[in-house]
């Protein structure tokens, strides 16, 4: 049987320590910058969702208003990748948050938009899940964006808890919403 150290005097290097740290360690690792989400959205895209809106509808209101607020061509696409995406594992989580995402050749960043559903949308693939909020993006599908597509989806999923969706549901306006937001983001 082998030692574990076949040569005593060069064991492994040190562990790098915790993900976080490992730009400090790593030659050429870039540690990606904080998203700011109030910084991605605009007061033009925040919407309050219309009443009887389904999950999919909600979805295709999002990207046509994201497509003219951002000059983007052919929402069909942005709406078929989307959905496409959707038919893999829910994106509403249990806290009311839906986050309807997909990376795209057609941007070179990150465009999102959000829409308020006070009263409530049942996800169709999850009846026992309701949407509260609605946070949809698209980022750029080159590798380096990649680890911002990533921090997005942690930062929205961590912001966006009850409590803050319940603020959310009460702004009287797209102004007030984002106001509330860049509260919550510069604690």
């Known amino acids: 049987m082998l030692p574990f150290f076949p040569d005593k005097k060069d064991p492994p290097p040190p562990a790098l320590g915790t993900p976080e740290n490992l730009s400090a360690k790593v030659p ?3 540690r990606p910058k904080k998203v ?3 910084k991605i959205l605009s007061e033009d895209l925040v919407i309050r969702a219309p009443e009887g809106v389904g999950k999919n509808e909600l979805i295709e209101l999002l990207v046509n208003r994201l497509c003219e607020s951002k000059g983007l061509k052919d929402p069909r696409l942005f709406l078929a990748k989307v959905l496409e995406r959707e038919q893999g594992i829910s994106t509403t989580l249990d806290t009311g948050l839906s986050l309807p995402h997909a990376r795209t050749d057609s941007i070179k960043n990150i465009v999102a938009a959000l829409a308020l559903a006070p009263k409530g949308i049942v996800d169709p693939k999850q ?3 309701t949407i509260k909020l609605m946070f949809l993006f698209f980022s750029s599908n ?3 964006m990649l680890p911002l597509h990533l921090q997005l989806l942690r930062g929205v999923s961590s912001l966006f808890q009850p409590s803050l969706i319940e603020q959310l549901s009460a702004a009287s306006n797209p102004a007030a919403a984002l106001e509330i937001i860049r509260k919550v983001e510069a604690q």
Request: charged share 35%; aromatic share 0%; net charge neutral.
């Open 28 to 30: 050429g690792l870039v």
């Open 127 to 129: 009846s026992d899940l």
């Open 36 to 38: 700011r989400i109030s």
């Open 142 to 144: 080159r590798s380096e």
